[in-house]
Nanobody
């Protein structure tokens, strides 16, 4: 069992930056691939980024590639999402997720565990 708590969301202007954090509790955090998904109003939840258990592999969706960076610190049981050059279309609730297995699998099938989400709003 893994519990996830996101933080760091908020209101930011176009072109600004935010850093989301996700703190995990439970055993064997370093065995889980971690990822971020987001859901905008009226839209389905979509994949944003994923990172392997060791941090050696990362994946990004095309809309965020080159602007967002996912990272993790297994000594702190945490995963992060650095978001730069934010756009209004990045506005969404961002969810942290965990899955035993590969980051590639998490990207395709999402996670088994989810946080409660944190709101990111980009104003123009």
């Amino acid at each position: 069992q893994v519990q996830l708590v996101e933080s760091g969301g908020g209101l930011v202007q176009v072109g600004g930056s935010l850093r989301l954090s996700c703190a995990a509790s439970g055993r064997s955090f370093s065995n889980y691939a971690m990822g971020w998904f987001r859901q905008a109003p009226g839209k389905e939840r979509e994949f944003v980024a994923a990172i392997s258990a060791t941090g050696g592999s990362t994946y990004y969706s095309d809309p965020v590639k080159g602007r967002f960076t996912i990272s993790r610190d297994n000594t702190k049981n945490s995963v992060y999402l650095q978001m730069n050059s934010l756009k209004p279309e990045d506005t969404a609730v961002y969810y942290c997720t965990a899955r035993a297995g590969t980051a590639s699998l998490l990207r395709r099938q999402s996670g088994n565990y989810w946080g409660q989400g944190t709101q990111v709003t980009v104003s123009s």
